[in-house]
């Protein structure tokens, strides 16, 4: 492989060794997986840095498909030898005649550019940001009791050829700094976090980045002065970037093809039915221009798309791997992902996000007498079989006479993913995305999610308000 884009992870020719093998006791199906990672965590805590952790490893992983079986083998390390051997690992419970691969094809790669390579920087001004953050974030008020902010940098090379003849390669860059603050008020202890992250080199961090740490002891001052949260059904606005990883969870999830296929979604059979009202309409997308959960390429090859999954209303796609795909007789879209060479590929989201609409927050909010404005969330539980979710608002204020008023503290979100879905009848148009870590089969996988701010009709609000 050529161009600087997993390059020196596996020579073609070896490539089409290691496929011959794996496929010497039959099989319909075969590939290789090769990475390359290597990355950089720095930390502040109480104005001290600590924990600078650098890592980096190697390795591939050999998959063979035979009807609805897949047999596995990964292996550390890059050298031929020890390819061909995972190969055999992963051939040696067949029974059949063998195969043969197809010749492999023309590279193909698109990788993201980066401006400005993180490892080219040196640790001092990284460290330098760190103070930053830390000093910034303090600044903000002295009940602030404590601070502490994050560096992450990682570069990730990945190479993938298959028997049907795909040659790829991509090379990966994610930069991200995150800030947490604690502020104290006698027994009141309320806490504040943000982030920023992108699939983009240290010029991420040129413009500005320490307004985060700001941002995050403001939260925790503000939420100080919080009230119980109400309780009962009532509308409710959900905040633009973040706020969509209520969408990610209670409906993004449900369309990975793989749910579908074991009828254990929500969403099943819906395809061309209206799960929405007509203003909605909702991506995945893997090409989003330096967006944390964007690539050039899926972790099997297929190039990265901006998928259409809901338009106005009506649900028009699933989420598809290789094997899903080949279930449904339906084309990949890009979503083949994995954590690494150790881990098969399912269906995951890359970015995922309600489209921008036509309405404006300040209007939507006009129009509520009485609700509740969820502006992030602290984590949650779906079920995707039922559809039944909960979610902990992390910062989250009252809405009274059309004002965002009291800031609360306690609440939940309690609903159903498809009631909730069709319940939002306003989509704001100051669209946003932000950095998630998701969590599937064991594996995680940096995605992002996305949205302007939405107001659903309806919703129960779990709070402790009497």
Same mark, same amino acid.
């Given at each position: ?95 059949? &005649?063998? !195969?043969?691969?197809?010749? #492999?094809?023309? +590279?193909?790669? %698109? @990788?993201? =550019?980066?401006?400005?390579? /993180? ?94 740490? &700001?941002? !995050?002891?403001?939260?925790? #001052?503000?939420? +100080?002065?919080? %009230? @119980?949260? =109400?309780?009962?059904?009532? /509308? ?94 339906? &084309? ?12 098969? @590929?399912? =269906? ?119």
């Amino acid at each position: 492989m050529s161009g600087g884009n997993g390059d020196g992870l596996i020579a073609p020719e070896v490539a089409e060794r290691v496929l011959a093998r794996a496929l010497a006791n039959g099989g319909r199906f075969a590939e290789v997986f090769a990475e390359r990672r290597e990355g950089l965590t720095m930390a502040i805590d109480e104005s001290r840095l600590e924990s600078v952790q650098a890592a980096a490893e190697e390795g591939a992983g050999v998959r063979v498909i035979d009807g609805a079986t897949t047999y596995f083998a990964h292996v550390d390390g890059l050298d031929p030898a020890d390819l061909e051997r995972a190969a055999d690992e992963a051939a040696a419970a067949l029974r059949g &005649e063998r !195969a043969e691969p197809r010749p #492999l094809g023309a +590279l193909f790669s %698109r @990788p993201i =550019p980066i401006e400005r390579a /993180p490892a080219d920087v040196e640790a001092g001004a990284k460290a330098a940001l760190l103070r930053e953050l830390d000093e910034r974030g303090r600044a903000q008020g002295p009940e602030i009791d404590q601070f502490s902010a994050s560096y992450m940098e990682a570069r990730r090379r990945v190479a993938v050829a298959n028997s049907d003849g795909l040659l790829a390669a991509d090379d990966r860059t994610r930069t991200r700094i995150g800030a947490q603050a604690v502020a104290r008020r006698g027994d009141v202890v309320e806490t504040g976090a943000e982030t920023l992250g992108a699939h983009r080199g240290f010029e991420l961090l040129e413009d500005d980045p320490g307004q985060i740490a &700001e941002q !995050a002891a403001r939260k925790a #001052l503000t939420l +100080l002065d919080a %009230r @119980p949260a =109400p309780s009962g059904s009532m /509308p409710v606005v959900v905040g633009g970037g973040f706020g969509g990883v209520l969408f990610h969870e209670m409906t993004g999830h449900g369309l990975e093809a793989d749910h579908i296929q074991k009828g254990a979604s929500v969403y099943v059979g819906k395809l061309g039915e209206a799960v929405a009202q007509p203003l909605l309409n909702a991506y995945d997308d893997g090409r989003l221009p330096g967006e944390w959960g964007s690539d050039g390429i899926d972790d099997e090859g297929a190039p990265t798309q901006k998928t259409l999954v809901i338009a106005e209303g009506e649900l028009v796609s699933y989420l598809y791997d290789h094997v899903t795909a080949e279930r449904d007789g339906h &084309e990949p879209t890009g979503n083949g992902r994995r954590e690494s060479f150790r881990h098969l @590929p399912i =269906p995951r989201m890359t970015n995922t996000y309600i489209a921008p609409g036509e309405a404006t927050v300040e209007g939507m909010i006009e129009e509520v007498e009485n609700g509740f404005y969820a502006v992030s969330f602290g984590g949650g539980q779906v079920d995707p079989a039922t559809g039944d979710f909960v979610f902990g608002v992390s910062e989250g204020y009252l809405i009274e006479a059309g004002k965002v008023t009291a800031p609360c503290r306690g609440a939940t979100l309690v609903g159903n993913c498809l009631e909730a879905l069709a319940a939002i009848d306003a989509v704001a148009d100051d669209f946003w995305m932000k950095t998630g870590i998701c969590g599937k089969g064991g594996q995680k996988v940096p995605v992002g999610t996305g949205q302007g701010h939405v107001r659903v009709g309806r919703m129960t609000v779990g709070g402790t308000a009497r």
